[in-house]
């Protein structure tokens, strides 16, 4: 567009535009914190991890309990995004387009992760699951290890990244309404057809988007993790859980080398968040017009 | 096909939507279901297609019972008000959906899908568009594209729901005409619902008048439109004028004035609604008649083939007490002979009157008159 876009018309209009003083002071502060608080730690895990050189920094991410937490990590994530993905995809349908008694309900407790705790989180699966919860001896007698094992952590990292998914759907999927849908059955698309022809395609960006955060959140689940995992080494450590080890045992430059395989999905997951939304907002139909076509000129042929 | 509808009852909460309907719709015929927003109309369209679930009453589709049937086996086609074209898809993939989602033992073969496609395309005039996107169309065309992709699974039947409501005024107009032309080609059985009187009048073959989920009056546009069955009619379709007024001996008394009036098959003294259209009002400016409201000119609109004249009763309405506001149609040499000018005070005249009973003195809860009850000015400013 060769217009201008608004902030930048609202600046360069004189009745409009703010004293001098006031953009720039307002632009040190924000950028003086996010150079603090953002950048700078950013970059310290990056200098930490590379302090005694390549050498130490590769050692430590491919010495055998690190390359555990990797792959055990790798798993989770493998294990509980597509879940999350089939469960909020299915709960953000449920709630945008139908009415049921309970909806509200079921809206406020898709949050709940959101406003526990998630050491809480552990602890609950620990009362329920564990060695003196409420299904302790049954699992027990059959030899069924959840607490302190693969399932008690897929368990907790699945309700800690329960809702993104849903939440990026529902407000998207409430604002499509089901106009598209009703004409899609009308048309005799069944069920699955409708999902697959019509709404997915509608909510392709947002799925993705809310795919991206569950994964970065899967990945880097800290907390409730911790309190089911029992942090055995080479078993049962995640790389959240492995960087403390490391950490507490004053092992600087491994926990920072470990850490820094974070950070570096943390930037990824951001690439790829940017390049979603920028997609979203410009869609496919928009890069197909052929430049010769000026949408007035369709506009005015109309009839 | 033939549609018929009985003892429709539908409720949403504590509104009443729909209150025990009932109609046929004759096979080939295209008909409006018209009356103001809020009358039931969408939601009688919506039941007839299956996108609603009636709470009791009959849907039967060809003599058949359907009121069970799912939306896929009704075989109707619905076109919606903001078009719900798939947006991701091409205008081609659009029209071509409906065969595409068939089970694979009876979809046709691509090309015949092919074909069948721009044979739409070509009937709703917009082949060359078949590569873009909804929102490279403008309105028009998106419904246009909406009626084919409509059209391609070979509806029994075709639903209509304010197909133009969201189009500008000239698009419409075209698109109306448009609309009852197809309609002559392909003589499919189609319901359309619209609030616009004008535009039912001028495409449908029957139009169903729709008022608190309750039929008021079924007939074609000449009947319902010279012969209105009730108050809400009378007043939904065109502007009328409406005085309160008491039947005596020497015609009607509305407030302290007397109307003259034939009509003699109300009993006197009876408290009753009289319409009047514009046209059938007179203006006298003879200062010594005694007959007829007197009323201050406000306005006089002398542009176009008639002109209008705007007045304000001296008195206030008997009913309500609001202020009263009259409109008559003259033509322009009546005015220029009358030489009317703003604040001159004349006598009304009607040379025509239809009285309807206006049930005691408290106002009636029956659903006919429930729109009459507020004042006079409403009714008025519905121009045909």
Not at chain 1, 192 to 218: D, M
Not at chain 2, 356 to 377: C, E, T
């Amino acid at each position: 567009m060769s217009t201008l876009t608004g902030t930048t018309r609202f600046e360069r209009n004189p009745a409009t535009r703010e004293e001098k003083w006031v953009k720039w002071t307002l632009l040190t502060l924000s950028l003086s914190f996010f150079i603090l608080f953002l950048i700078l730690p950013l970059v310290s895990v990056f200098f930490e991890a590379l302090r005694r050189g390549w050498e130490v920094y590769l050692l430590s991410i491919t010495e055998e309990t690190a390359l555990a937490a990797i792959r055990l990590t790798l798993l989770i994530a493998f294990i509980s995004v597509p879940l999350n993905l089939v469960f909020g995809v299915s709960a953000a349908w449920l709630i945008a387009k139908h009415d049921f008694r309970g909806k509200q309900l079921l809206t406020t407790f898709i949050d709940l992760p959101f406003s526990i705790s998630p050491v809480i989180v552990g602890l609950m699966y620990v009362l329920i699951f564990g060695a003196n919860g409420w299904f302790g001896a049954w699992l027990l007698e059959h030899n069924i290890r959840i607490i302190f094992a693969v399932p008690g952590i897929v368990l907790a990292t699945i309700f800690v990244t329960f809702p993104f998914v849903a939440r990026e759907l529902i407000p998207l999927m409430q604002a499509q309404g089901r106009d598209e849908e009703e004409a899609a059955i009308v048309l005799g698309a069944n069920g699955w057809q409708t999902f697959w022809y019509v709404t997915l395609p509608n909510i392709k960006w947002g799925l993705l988007y809310g795919v991206i955060l569950s994964n970065a959140r899967a990945m880097g689940e800290f907390g409730a993790v911790s309190v089911v995992s029992g942090k055995i080494r080479g078993q049962t450590n995640t790389m959240p859980l492995h960087v403390e080890i490391l950490y507490n045992e004053y092992n600087f430059a491994a926990a920072f080398a470990v850490a820094s395989l974070l950070a570096m999905l943390a930037l990824f997951t951001l690439i790829i968040k940017t390049w979603v939304e920028h997609r979203a907002s410009h869609p496919a139909a928009a890069h197909l017009l052929p430049p010769e076509i000026n949408p007035l000129s369709i506009q005015k042929s109309t009839t | 096909m033939s549609i018929e509808v009985r003892n429709i009852h539908k409720r949403f909460g504590d509104f009443v939507a729909l209150n025990d309907i009932s109609l046929n719709f004759e096979a080939g015929q295209l008909v409006a279901l018209l009356g103001p927003s809020g009358c039931g109309k969408t939601t009688l369209l919506r039941i007839i297609a299956g996108l609603e679930q009636a709470d009791s009453g009959l849907v039967t589709l060809e003599g058949e019972d359907a009121s069970d049937a799912s939306v896929r086996e009704r075989q109707v086609g619905f076109v919606f008000q903001h078009y719900a074209l798939f947006k991701h898809m091409t205008v081609f993939d659009n029209v071509a959906f409906g065969m595409r989602m068939k089970p694979r033992a009876q979809r046709p073969s691509k090309q015949q899908i092919k074909d069948k496609v721009h044979e739409l395309l070509n009937l709703v005039q917009l082949d060359w568009l078949a590569d873009r996107y909804p929102s490279q169309l403008s309105g028009g065309q998106r419904q246009r594209i909406a009626l084919a992709r409509a059209l391609a699974v070979e509806p029994r039947v075709l639903l209509l729901d304010e197909p133009f409501g969201a189009l500008d005024a000239k698009v419409r107009k075209e698109l109306r005409r448009w609309l009852r032309k197809l309609h002559d080609e392909l003589h499919i059985t189609s319901i359309f619902v619209t609030h616009d009187q004008e535009e039912a009048l001028e495409v449908a073959d029957k139009v169903v008048l729709m008022d608190h989920g309750r039929v008021e009056q079924v007939g074609t546009p000449e009947e319902v439109y010279n012969h209105p069955a009730t108050p809400f009619v009378y007043s939904f379709l065109g502007s009328v004028n409406l005085f309160h007024g008491r039947v005596e001996e020497d015609g009607l008394r509305v407030g302290s004035h007397a109307v003259p009036h034939a009509q003699d098959n109300f009993t006197q003294g009876s408290e009753v609604f009289a319409f009047v259209r514009p046209h059938e009002l007179q203006i006298i400016t003879d200062a010594g008649q005694s007959q007829g409201v007197a009323a201050k000119v406000t306005r006089v609109l002398s542009f176009g083939v008639s002109a209008r004249v705007e007045l304000e009763g001296l008195e206030k309405d008997s009913h309500t007490t609001n202020d009263q506001h009259f409109e008559v149609e003259l033509t322009q040499a009546q005015v220029s002979e009358l030489a009317l000018v703003a604040g001159q005070i004349v006598r009304l005249v009607p040379s025509k009157l239809k009285l309807f009973d206006r049930p005691g003195y408290v106002p009636a809860d029956s659903a006919s008159i429930r729109g009459l009850n507020a004042s006079s000015d409403k009714v008025i400013g519905k121009v045909l």
